[in-house]
T-cell receptor, first 113, second 113 residues
Framework: GENVEQHPSTLSVQEGDSAVIKCTYS??????FPWYKQELGKRPQLIID?????GEKKDQRIAVTLNKTAKHFSLHITETQPEDSAVYFC????????????FGTGTRLTVIP | NAGVTQTPKFRVLKTGQSMTLLCAQD?????MYWYRQDPGMGLRLIHY???????AKGEVPDGYNVSRLKKQNFLLGLESAAPSQTSVYFC????????????FGPGTRLTVL
C-alpha cells in the first residue's frame, strides 16, 4: 500500500516567518494530496488540497506544491501567526474506488510571538 | 446540519470488555471511515465503507469489526478490548464521486485498562 513520510516532526518559527513542511509518497498511482490542520483536542480539518494534474495551489497565506516525478509535495505557510500553531498532516490517496487516505505522521508547528 | 457526530466522546474500558462506537452523518455521504490516532503515528485506517451494507478492511483492522446497516451510520465494535486499543478514534465521511474532502467527527477517546 501507500507509504507517506512527513518531515519535520516539529517546527518552531518566529511570528511573521515562513514555515515549510515536506512529504513524500510511494505509490505513483496516488493523485490527490490533502493537508489537514489539527488543533489540540480537536478534529482534523482540511486546509488545502491538490490534485496530480496541478503543480501548485495557493489560498491566501497557504500554498501547496507537488512534484509528481519525485513523488513529493510540500505545504508552505507565509507570514505565520500564533493561531497557525497546530499539528499538520499530509495525506495521499487515489481518487477512485474507496478514496482511502494514507496519512503522514504529522508536524507540530509552533509559532513564537 | 450537524455534519459528522460520534458517540461517546470518552470511554474507559477494562481489558476484555466490549463496546460499540457510533458514527453518524447527516450529509448523505456514500463513503465512511474509521481511523485511530496514536501519538507520533498519524491517523491509521481501521475499516471503511463505500456504501450502505458494505464494509472493508483498512491498514489496522485486527480486533475491530464494523457494520453499516444504514447509510448515515457506521458502527465500530471492539469485542474484547485490549490495552493496545487505547487511542483516539475518528470517524470521517466523504460525498464520493469527484468530491474527496473527508469530513471528520469530533473523536472518541478510549482508554483500556
Amino acid at each position: 500500500g501507500e507509504n507517506v513520510e512527513q518531515h519535520p516532526s516539529t517546527l518552531s518559527v518566529q511570528e511573521g516567518d515562513s514555515a515549510v513542511i515536506k512529504c513524500t509518497y510511494s505509490d505513483s498511482a496516488s493523485n490527490y494530496f490533502p493537508w489537514y490542520k489539527q488543533e489540540l483536542g480537536k478534529r482534523p480539518q482540511l486546509i488545502i488540497d491538490i490534485r496530480s494534474n496541478v503543480g501548485e495551489k495557493k489560498d491566501q497565506r497557504i500554498a501547496v506544491t507537488l512534484n509528481k516525478t519525485a513523488k513529493h509535495f510540500s505545504l508552505h505557510i507565509t507570514e505565520t501567526q500564533p493561531e497557525d500553531s497546530a499539528v499538520y498532516f499530509c495525506a495521499a490517496s487515489i481518487r477512485t474506488g474507496a478514496n482511502n487516505l494514507f496519512f503522514g505522521t504529522g508536524t507540530r508547528l509552533t509559532v513564537i510571538p | 446540519n450537524a455534519g459528522v457526530t460520534q458517540t461517546p466522546k470518552f470511554r474507559v474500558l477494562k481489558t476484555g470488555q466490549s463496546m460499540t462506537l457510533l458514527c453518524a452523518q447527516d450529509m448523505n455521504h456514500e463513503y465512511m471511515y474509521w481511523y485511530r490516532q496514536d501519538p507520533g503515528m498519524g491517523l491509521r485506517l481501521i475499516h471503511y465503507s463505500v456504501g450502505e451494507g458494505t464494509t472493508a478492511k483498512g491498514e489496522v483492522p485486527d480486533g475491530y469489526n464494523v457494520s453499516r446497516l444504514k447509510k448515515q451510520n457506521f458502527l465500530l465494535g471492539l469485542e474484547s478490548a485490549a490495552p493496545s486499543q487505547t487511542s483516539v478514534y475518528f470517524c470521517a465521511s466523504i460525498e464520493g464521486g469527484r468530491r474527496n474532502e473527508q469530513f471528520f467527527g469530533p473523536g472518541t477517546r478510549l482508554t483500556v485498562l
